[in-house]
């Protein structure tokens, strides 16, 4: 077929499908919409209307809200409680327990706090003066969480719950009221008398 009958048939039908409006010399064409398209819309608009009854109406089924409200409990129940934490803390008494806290304190805390516990970088652990407060909770939570601050870093990482009990422990029945060595720092923070 020729180029120019090819053009004159597209022109043909183009007239047929012109809309009779038009807007700053732009005319709008008729074409019909592509089945697939449509039917696509349909299957849209019927999924909108199941899901709004179902979920928000009758409500048969939860939310997104309530769905990850349920998984989080769910996440929560499944991470294991602790049998120590800032708020039971029970001082260890027995030697096996000592002597783990004397060896973590020893490898960790000596450098800051020496051997004896009158302190270098760190305060001195042996009077009745603390920075932080020395109720075993206070004592238990800065060895954990740290005092950036200050230059103590936390030990959470580093050590399990019952480990920073453990050095607690040491530190409380083999330190803390002894009489420190030559060079001890000098009382530091708020008294606290320990039963």
């Not at 009158?118 to 042996?126: F, M, R």
């Not at 109720?135 to 238990?140: A, D, F, G, L, V």
């Not at 601050?149 to 040491?170: F, P, R, T």
């Amino acid at each position: 077929m020729d180029e120019s009958k090819k053009v004159d048939v597209w022109e043909d039908e183009e007239q047929k499908l012109l809309e009779d409006h038009g807007f700053d010399g732009i005319r709008e064409l008729d074409n019909d919409l592509p089945s697939w398209w449509v039917w696509m819309l349909y299957l849209t608009i019927t999924f909108a209307a199941i899901y709004l009854v179902r979920y928000h109406v009758i409500k048969t089924a939860p939310n997104q809200a309530e769905e990850y409200e349920t998984e989080m409990a769910e996440a929560a129940a499944k991470i294991p409680k602790s049998a120590v934490d800032e708020t039971n803390i029970v001082l260890l008494t027995s030697q096996a327990d000592i002597a783990a806290g004397n060896e973590i304190y020893t490898k960790n805390c000596v450098a800051c706090h020496k051997a004896d516990g009158g302190g270098l970088v760190g305060p001195n652990l042996t009077d009745d003066f603390w920075i932080h407060g020395g109720t075993n909770e206070e004592i238990y939570k800065v060895i954990k969480l740290g005092v950036p601050a200050k230059g103590m870093i936390a030990w959470k990482d580093q050590l399990s719950e019952k480990q920073i009990l453990q050095v607690e422990s040491y530190i409380l029945t083999k330190i803390y009221g002894t009489a420190p060595g030559a060079g001890a720092k000098p009382t530091e923070g708020t008294e606290f008398k320990r039963p």
